[in-house]
C-alpha cells in the first residue's frame, strides 16, 4: 500500500484499488493572507495536486479535526472526486458551506468502525495539542455552514480525533496532534504510527516521556513518521521548511523523536511532502 504525504496532517492511502485522504489542505495561504482577511481554496494549486497524485479513485476524505490547516480544501477535492466526507458535525459544516451534497456526507461517531473499500477506518477520540493564540477555540463547534472565503478563527477546532487504519494486512495509527489520553492506546498494536509533533519541542521532558510511552510506546510499532512539523503557512510549491520559530523549533523536535525511536529500536522515518512510501 502506498501512503503519499502531502503536508501537514495529510495523508493519501491508496491500495491500488481505492484511495483515502485524511486530513484536506492543499492551498496553504500565508499566514498574512489570513491576518489582513479571509482566505478560499486556491483551485489551480488544489486542482493540480489532484492530478498529480492521480485522485481518480478518491473513495472517502476523513477529517481528524476543522481547523483551516486540516479541512480547508475539503469542500474542493469532494466535489471534484466525487468522494465521501467523513467527519463531526462541525466537518460537515465546513463540507456544506462548500456545496458538497447531503448524500456524500456521514457524520462519524467514536469508536465506529467504517467500511471504505477494503479499508477499515475506527474512529478514536482524541485529545488537540495545547491552545495557541492561532488555536484558543479548543471544544468550539462549528455550527453553521462555513462559506469561504472565510477567517482564520472561523475554523474552530470542532472535536479531534485520531485514526486506526486497517489494510492490505497493516495496521496503521493516525495521530496528527501532540497529546494523549493516558490508556488510550491500550490493546492497539500498530505497524506504522505517524505522529503529530507539533508543539513537542516546547513541553518538558516528563510530558515528551509520557507522550511518547503513551503512542509509540504503547502500538510498539515498526516504523514512525512524524506528520505536522512543516510550516503550513508556506504553499506546497516551493521548498519544505520546519515551523517558524515563534510557533516551534522543528529540529528539536526531530531530534526529539529521533533519540526515542533509537533508544527504543524503532525505526524512524521524515516523509518530505509530495513524496510517497510503501508500507
Not at 500565508?30 to 493540480?48: I, W
Not at 466535489?79 to 458535525?89: E, F, H, L, P, R
Not at 492506546?185 to 515528551?208: H, P, S
Amino acid at each position: 500500500m502506498k501512503v503519499t504525504y502531502l503536508g501537514t496532517t495529510v495523508l493519501m492511502f491508496d491500495d491500488g484499488k481505492d484511495q483515502i485522504l485524511f486530513d484536506a489542505h492543499l492551498t496553504r495561504p500565508s499566514l498574512f493572507r489570513y491576518l489582513a482577511g479571509r482566505a478560499q481554496t486556491d483551485r489551480e494549486t488544489a486542482g493540480g495536486k489532484i492530478r498529480i497524485h492521480h485522485m481518480d479513485r478518491l473513495r472517502a476524505v476523513f477529517i481528524s479535526h476543522t481547523h483551516h490547516d486540516h479541512v480547508m480544501d475539503m469542500p474542493y477535492i469532494a466535489n471534484t472526486c466525487g468522494a465521501k466526507v467523513y467527519g463531526s458535525s462541525s466537518a460537515l459544516n465546513v463540507a456544506r458551506g462548500g456545496g458538497v451534497p447531503e448524500g456524500q456526507l456521514t457524520e462519524f461517531k467514536a469508536n465506529e468502525t467504517y467500511e471504505v473499500g477494503d479499508f477499515r477506518i475506527k474512529v478514536i477520540p482524541s485529545l488537540h495539542s495545547k491552545p495557541t493564540v492561532f488555536n484558543n477555540d479548543l471544544g468550539e463547534m462549528i455550527d453553521a455552514p462555513l462559506i469561504q472565503p472565510a477567517r482564520l478563527r472561523d475554523y474552530k477546532e470542532g472535536g479531534s480525533f485520531d485514526f486506526y487504519v486497517e489494510a492490505g494486512g497493516k495496521r496503521i495509527m493516525i495521530r496528527p496532534s501532540f497529546n494523549y489520553i493516558e490508556g488510550q492506546m491500550n490493546g492497539y498494536r500498530a505497524d506504522v504510527l505517524f505522529l503529530g509533533i507539533a508543539g513537542l519541542e516546547k513541553a518538558d521532558t516528563v510530558t515528551q516521556e509520557k507522550f511518547f510511552d503513551e503512542t509509540a510506546g504503547k502500538l510498539r510499532p515498526e516504523l514512525v513518521i512524524p506528520v505536522h512539523w512543516d510550516n503550513f503557512f508556506r504553499p506546497l510549491s516551493v521548498p519544505a521548511a520546519g515551523m517558524p520559530r515563534p510557533l516551534g523549533d522543528t529540529g528539536k523536535a526531530f531530534f526529539r523523536l529521533a533519540r526515542y525511536c533509537e533508544e527504543n529500536e524503532i525505526c524512524c522515518l521524515v516523509q518530505l511532502p509530495g513524496t510517497c512510501v510503501v508500507i
